[in-house]
């Protein structure tokens, strides 16, 4: 029989459950203990559970979230030579209401940002805004605080919550969390994003949808001086101030200038057969010559990244499931551990594929968080060695193993899961597609008067 013997380097005494494994390089200890000394949970005294172990338990968490507490905690404990009784579910409830919100809010905003060496589309950080809709539990205070989404069908089974967040999407596809803001699901995605804009710079084009391809909210985007991209109603009447060589047009939309696009996008299927739409952007850059209308046409679809980032959080990570708190503060802290645990997740993939050639978005994300929640069980790469090793476990298994290449193909829009077990009507072709994309900006007529919007 061969034993395998190894060393592992933690935290002493009743720290020492206190880890994230190879994650803990990028939250180490003197950061959690920054936050919570800034927010004053700095503990007094060395309890059993200290906030710093609570911290990180919560941050675990977000890697396991289809487990209790008292299994993470097990996980956590799992690599340890003296593990000791472990805590009762009372205890770890009790610890959690010790730290409150605001140090893994604090977290959040220190680890938030893009990451190093990102990639830039002409010299412009590449972001995008959108919102999506997380499930709690159905308790009565949450059921108050939240309220469930109404609709002709009734109700939704259980209470939610909205997200809306800025995440980068260049080119590289880092899909690092900038900012984000989240509440009651009643309060729609325009209410939330002026919150938002704390996170914008000069330097930042920010792409969006036509929801919110609205004149006051433009206003108030382009105040923080980020460039803006987004669509809006091909019908929409905008006053035309000068037609351009490339076939865009200069516009005022409210009080901000903006450069209107039409283009014809036709979509040429390998199984035969053709789809054809027509898109209208407007974007507050105006120079036609350094950003040609076509290029901006094509970089509207990286847009679509910021619905991946909300499918590695709600699909990979949750996998569908509703979150766990029963109070609405509980609820609060484990949003934000979540999205710690995602960004330091999305930074250990940057990190790896930084210089190696290799776009962040053939970087497997599933891959990662298996190989994180590896490290956590094994209580590995906890504590930096003298060698460095930047890619670590983690990046090796990312790198090892990438996805293949994107093909330009495009779906159906259907719902893939309907509520009726019964088949829908009619014939639709599921399939997907493999296509040439073809990019034709229209040709504005003549310069016109036109009424305002």
């Not at 494994?21 to 949970?41: C, H, K, N, W, Y």
Request: charged share 20%; aromatic share 6%; hydrophobic share 45%.
């Amino acid at each position: 029989m061969m034993t395998v013997q190894r060393s592992v380097s933690v935290a002493a005494g009743v720290f020492a459950p206190g880890h994230l494994g190879e994650l803990t390089q990028i939250v180490p200890f003197e950061m959690v203990d920054a936050v919570l000394s800034r927010t004053r949970r700095a503990p007094s005294r060395v309890r059993a559970l200290p906030p710093r172990v609570v911290v990180y338990l919560l941050l675990a968490a977000g890697l396991f979230e289809g487990l209790g507490y008292r299994q993470v905690w097990a996980r956590l404990v799992a690599g340890l030579d003296h593990r000791g009784p472990p805590p009762s579910s009372s205890a770890l409830a009790q610890a959690r209401a010790r730290v409150g919100v605001a140090p893994l809010k604090a977290l959040f905003e220190l680890l938030a940002g893009p990451p190093a060496g990102a990639v830039r589309w002409r010299g412009l950080l590449l972001c995008a805004i959108d919102g999506t809709s997380m499930f709690v539990p159905d308790s009565p205070a949450n059921l108050a605080h939240y309220g469930r989404q109404s609709g002709s069908h009734g109700g939704s089974g259980y209470p939610m919550l909205r997200l809306v967040a800025v995440v980068t999407v260049v080119a590289c596809g880092t899909r690092t969390v900038i900012d984000a803001v989240f509440g009651p699901y009643a309060t729609g995605e325009l209410a939330y994003a002026p919150a938002l804009l704390r996170c914008l710079r000069p330097g930042m084009l920010l792409l969006a949808d036509r929801n919110f391809a609205v004149a006051d909210l433009i206003g108030k985007l382009s105040v923080t001086g980020s460039d803006l991209l987004i669509r809006c109603k091909n019908g929409r009447r905008l006053p035309r101030i000068a037609a351009l060589p490339d076939g865009s047009f200069v516009a005022m939309l409210g009080s901000t200038r903006v450069r209107v696009i039409d283009a014809q996008i036709t979509a040429t299927l390998n199984g035969g057969g053709r789809r054809t739409g027509r898109y209208r952007l407007v974007t507050t850059l105006t120079d036609h010559h350094r950003y040609p209308a076509a290029e901006l046409v094509k970089l509207y679809h990286q847009r679509w990244e910021i619905e991946t980032t909300y499918l590695e959080i709600k699909s990979t990570t949750l996998s569908g499931r509703v979150l766990r708190a029963r109070t609405p503060a509980g609820i609060d802290q484990e949003v934000y551990a979540l999205l710690t645990a995602y960004q330091t997740l999305r930074t250990a993939i940057a990190d790896a594929t930084l210089g190696t050639g290799l776009p962040a978005d053939r970087a497997s994300f599933t891959t990662a968080l298996q190989t994180a929640r590896d490290q956590v069980v094994h209580a590995a790469g906890i504590i930096a060695d003298t060698t460095i090793d930047l890619p670590g476990r983690i990046g090796r298994a990312v790198l090892a193993d990438p996805m293949p290449a994107r093909r330009a193909r495009i779906s159906p829009r259907v719902v893939k899961r309907a509520i009726s077990k019964h088949r829908a009507k009619g014939t639709i072709d599921r399939t997907n597609h493999q296509a040439t994309i073809t990019i034709n900006v229209l040709i504005e007529p003549e310069l016109t008067a036109a009424p305002g919007p």
